[in-house]
């Protein structure tokens, strides 16, 4: 267990509604990154938070936005959803925002858009 | 052409067996090279963590890194049948923790 956790475990959405995953990291940590894992892909970088600041995104459109806390809990929200948003979303906390700093994964929140 | 290829498997082994994973990349930035072990409707544990080129051994787990063919590789000896789960490689570049996946690749050990 990496100490990050994640709720809720599992979503059921339709197309159009928005929804707030959430993320609290392990003890000492004060950067969460979010990641988007398709059925059968690698995960993907949607953004990262440092001290409640975003600090880098991946190709995600702006519908998908976040927060972080100043206990560095965060939150991923996604407006109006698509089908295509359907997957496992994963949160990973680090000690810092360095480069090659350590990734230790949450258990994911299992979204599914009808 | 993704920045990260890996053989997505599946891979089915007997228990015992030496299993070699590997990923090529095409980002000569990358600098950090990690393999993580993903179990089914899990999040991803990392296994090994390296940084530029060379060997790191932790067990029956060994990486290495070949930065000028731009070839990372795990192999496992003594494979377990706890050992089934999706391996991914992930890799980032200095000045950034993005990390870069591969797709992963399902391995199977069968008793």
């Known amino acids: 267990e990496t100490g990050v956790t994640q709720s809720p475990t599992h979503l059921i959405k339709t197309r159009g509604q928005q929804v707030t995953l959430r993320c609290s990291s392990q003890s000492g940590h004060n950067t969460v990154s979010w990641y988007q894992q398709a059925l059968g892909q690698g995960p993907q970088f949607i953004f990262q938070?440092?001290?409640?600041?975003?600090?880098g995104r991946g190709n995600f459109p702006p519908r998908f936005s976040g927060l972080q806390f100043p206990n560095y809990s965060s939150e991923l929200n996604v407006n109006a959803l698509e089908l295509d948003d359907s997957a496992l979303y994963l949160c990973?906390?680090?000690?810092?925002?360095?480069?090659?700093?350590?990734?230790?994964f949450g258990p994911g929140t299992r979204l599914l858009v009808l | 052409q993704k920045e990260v290829e890996q053989d997505p498997g599946p891979l089915s082994v007997p228990e015992g067996a030496i299993v070699s994973l590997n990923c090529t990349y095409s980002n000569s930035a990358f600098q950090y090279f990690m393999w993580y072990r993903q179990y089914s409707r899990k999040g991803p544990e990392l296994l090994m963590y390296?940084?530029?080129?060379g060997n790191k051994e932790d067990g029956r787990f060994t990486a290495q890194v070949d930065k000028s063919s731009k070839y990372i590789s795990l192999f496992i000896r003594d494979s377990q049948p706890s050992d089934s789960a999706t391996y991914l490689c992930?890799?980032?570049?200095?000045?950034?923790?993005?990390?870069?996946f591969g797709t992963g690749t399902r391995l199977q050990v069968f008793p």
């Open positions: 992930a890799m980032s570049a200095r000045n950034t923790d993005k990390l870069i």
């Open positions: 990973a906390s680090s000690q810092t925002a360095s480069s090659g700093e350590t990734q230790y």
């Open positions: 938070y440092y001290r409640e600041e975003e600090n």
């Open positions: 390296t940084y530029s080129s």
